[in-house]
T-cell receptor
């Protein structure tokens, strides 16, 4: 596709439910990032996939959060047993590191836990 | 661990004035990026700076990089209201066998007043 695509754009879920957020990176991009942004705040790093290397999961806030990237392309961020503090905008970005180009961001998924 | 500090975090300025946003980072980096974020929107890439002394300009914005001082600046010339947004700098670096995640500063919220 032309850009990074995230779905859904908005998600309202009840506390305790599991949610899956999807990211379709730009075709051919080897690096994929997930960040979280709470209202009026900066970007909180969650996880980073780079090619076939082991992902950097150092930003995942708890074991309720997990992510995978299948076939080096689409990524899914899963939050189990959601809590109200998980409410935020989840941003995905991708880049082609070898070309020293920037990371391109999707429009984000706004998650609201009620 | 790579850390990025921006200042100021909040900037209110009048139209027509000049100002500079600063971005310091903690360790040697290979690439520095500037992004813009409008309220309720995702991040838009402004500049990619790859080498010491690099300078890039787009309209009223000019970014520069001093790798020895580990400092980048984003200079605003003759500000206009349309520049009101939050500006983020980010850095990453190559590691043996791969590359490190993109680390963001907390952002500078710029408000340009008539």
């Amino acid at each position: 596709g032309a850009g990074v695509s995230q779905s859904p754009s908005n998600k309202v879920t009840e506390k305790g439910k599991d949610v899956e957020l999807r990211c379709d990176p730009i075709s051919g991009h080897t690096a994929l990032y997930w960040y979280r942004q709470s209202l009026g705040q900066g970007l909180e790093f969650l996880i980073y996939f780079q090619g076939n290397s082991a992902p950097d999961k150092s930003g995942l806030p708890s074991d309720r959060f997990s992510a995978e990237r299948t076939g080096g392309s689409v990524s899914t961020l899963t939050i189990q047993r959601t809590q109200q503090e998980d409410s935020a905008v989840y941003l995905c970005a991708s880049s082609f590191r070898s070309l020293n180009t920037e990371a391109f961001f999707g429009q984000g998924t706004r998650l609201t836990v009620v | 661990e790579l850390k990025v500090e921006q200042n100021p975090l909040f900037l209110s300025m009048q139209e027509g004035k000049n100002y500079t946003i600063y971005c310091n980072y903690s360790t040697t980096s290979d690439r520095l990026y500037w992004y813009r974020q409008d309220p309720g929107k995702s991040l838009e890439s402004l500049f990619v700076l790859l080498s010491n002394g690099a300078v890039k300009q787009e309209g009223r914005l000019m970014a520069s990089l001093d790798t020895k001082a580990r400092l980048s600046t984003l200079h605003i010339t003759a500000a206009v209201h349309d520049l009101s947004a939050t500006y983020f700098c980010a850095v990453d670096r190559n590691l043996q066998g791969g590359s490190e995640k993109l680390v963001f500063g907390k952002g500078t919220k710029l408000t340009v007043n008539p």
